[in-house]
Nanobody, 126 residues
Framework: QAQLVESGGGLVQAGGSLRLSCAASGRSFSTYFMGWFRQAPGSEREFVAT????????YTANSVKGRFTVSRDNAKNTVYLQMNSLEPEDTAVYYC???????????????????WGQGTQVTVSS
């Protein structure tokens, strides 16, 4: 059974950095687009970043553009989210997601994803 497991979350001061990892097991996601979403208390889950199957195409939300970078290592079946210049507004549970099947596209909507991790908490203090 396919599984996505996030790690790397934690508590960081504003202006700091964190690197989230998403390790896949149970199947290869090397031909799937992958994404990161986040959900703050009382808010809906929102799109953060997405990456195509080979890493050739990426897209990040305007709220994190220039600060967050998504990447992947298909040999390790792992996706990363490098987060720099963190702000208190970035505090949320961050979720890794995998597309519903092989695709050369990217995905910015929750409905485009069929696999989800359990989430990792990121807390940015001011």
């Amino acid at each position: 059974q396919a599984q996505l497991v996030e790690s790397g979350g934690g508590l960081v001061q504003a202006g700091g950095s964190l690197r989230l990892s998403c390790a896949a097991s149970g199947r290869s996601f090397s031909t799937y687009f992958m994404g990161w979403f986040r959900q703050a208390p009382g808010s809906e889950r929102e799109f953060v970043a997405t990456i195509s199957w080979n890493g050739g195409l990426t897209y990040t939300a305007n709220s994190v553009k220039g600060r967050f970078t998504v990447s992947r290592d298909n040999a390790k079946n792992t996706v990363y989210l490098q987060m720099n210049s963190l702000e208190p507004e970035d505090t949320a549970v961050y979720y890794c997601a995998g597309g519903r099947g092989p695709s050369r596209d990217i995905g910015t909507m929750k409905e485009e994803y069929g696999y989800w991790g359990q989430g990792t908490q990121v807390t940015v203090s001011s």
